[in-house]
Structures are given as structure tokens and as C-alpha cells.
């Protein structure tokens, strides 16, 4: 089993910075990359961005791309993602999941989130 911690969320003004932190623990060598989720009130869970563990290649969605930057620090087990120029569609409950080679979130061991609210 993995267990997966997120942390770092919290309320900032539009326009303002935030990193959150996402730390894996027990048999992470199941698994191959680590990726942030959010869920604003009412809408579907989206895919914020991902990274894998050997060579750190990444991946945003459009709506966050050039404003976010997703890292790893392989030695700590941890995965951040710093989060600049923030806006108020960004609010949302923050997820991070890690997972197999094959990126199968399904499948994947979830946070229970860390809560992001931007204000205007």
C-alpha cells in the first residue's frame, strides 16, 4: 500500500503564489508518477498536471500551463507544485494521486486533498 499526504493549501489573493506539497509513504516502488487533481464545487474532477519519479518529464493542462510548475524530490518522496499568477477559477480542493507506469488513476493511491481558495 501507498499512502499519499497533501499539504500547503489555504486562501491567497488573485494574482498571488502558493506550493503544495505531496508526500508519498510505504511501497512506493509500485509506483511510477505522481499527479495533481482539483475539483472546484459543482464540477468534475480535473487533471492539473504529473510527473513521473525517473525522469522527471512532465505534463499540464492547458488551462494552468506556464503559471504552474510541477517538481519532485525523489529523496523525500515528495511532489510539489508551485502555483503562481493565481486566479479565482483555480479555487478548488487539490488532489494528488500516484500511480503505476501505466497512469492509472483509477487505479492510484489518493490524498485527501488540500483545499485552494483564490479570492478576487
Known amino acids: 500500500q501507498v499512502q499519499v499526504v497533501e499539504s500547503g493549501g489555504g486562501s491567497v489573493q488573485a494574482g498571488g503564489s502558493l506550493r503544495l506539497s505531496c508526500t508519498a509513504s510505504g511501497r512506493t516502488s509500485s509506483t511510477s508518477g505522481t499527479g495533481w487533481f482539483r475539483q472546484a464545487p459543482g464540477k468534475d474532477r480535473e487533471f492539473v498536471a504529473r510527473i513521473t519519479w525517473s525522469s522527471g518529464s512532465t505534463h499540464y493542462a492547458d488551462s494552468v500551463k506556464g503559471r504552474f510548475s510541477i517538481s519532485r524530490d525523489n529523496a523525500k518522496n515528495t511532489v510539489y507544485l508551485q502555483m503562481n499568477s493565481l486566479k479565482s477559477a483555480d479555487t478548488a480542493v487539490y488532489f494528488c494521486?500516484?500511480?503505476?507506469?501505466?497512469?492509472?488513476?483509477?487505479?492510484?493511491?489518493w490524498g485527501q486533498g488540500t483545499q485552494v481558495t483564490v479570492s478576487s
Open positions: 494521486a500516484a500511480v503505476n507506469q501505466y497512469w492509472d488513476w483509477a487505479r492510484g493511491y
